[in-house]
């Protein structure tokens, strides 16, 4: 079956940087849409960025666009998110998504806290 894993999540201070990875297993991503997702404590899950199948076309949400960089390796079958100069309402469970023949995959969250 097909499993995602998240990982990297940490605590880091105002302004740090951090590099978040998903893994893939039981299917290839090849043309796969993926990304990245984040829900905060009492908030709603939102998007953080999507990166597409077949292009590569990346999609940044308006607060972390300029901050984050998503990527993908497909031979790897891994997702990766870079963030870079980080802020306390980063703060959240960084959650992996892949969607294979329209259906979602989601693995169970790495949790990134920004505070000093």
């Known amino acids: 079956q097909v499993q995602v894993v998240e990982s990297g999540g940490a605590w880091v201070q105002p302004g740090g940087s951090l590099r978040l990875s998903c893994a893939v297993s039981g299917t290839i991503i090849s043309g796969y849409n993926m990304g990245w997702y984040r829900q905060a404590t009492g908030k709603q899950r939102e998007l953080v960025a999507t990166?597409?199948?077949?292009?590569?076309?990346?999609v940044y949400a308006d607060n972390v666009k300029g901050r984050v960089t998503i990527s993908r390796d497909n031979a790897k079958k891994t997702l990766s998110l870079q963030m870079h100069s980080l802020k306390p309402e980063d703060t959240a469970v960084y959650y992996c998504?892949?969607?294979?023949?329209?259906?979602?995959?989601w693995g169970q969250g790495t949790q990134v806290t920004v505070s000093s």
């Open positions: 998504n892949l969607v294979r023949n329209f259906t979602p995959y």
């Open positions: 990166i597409t199948g077949r292009t590569n076309t990346t």
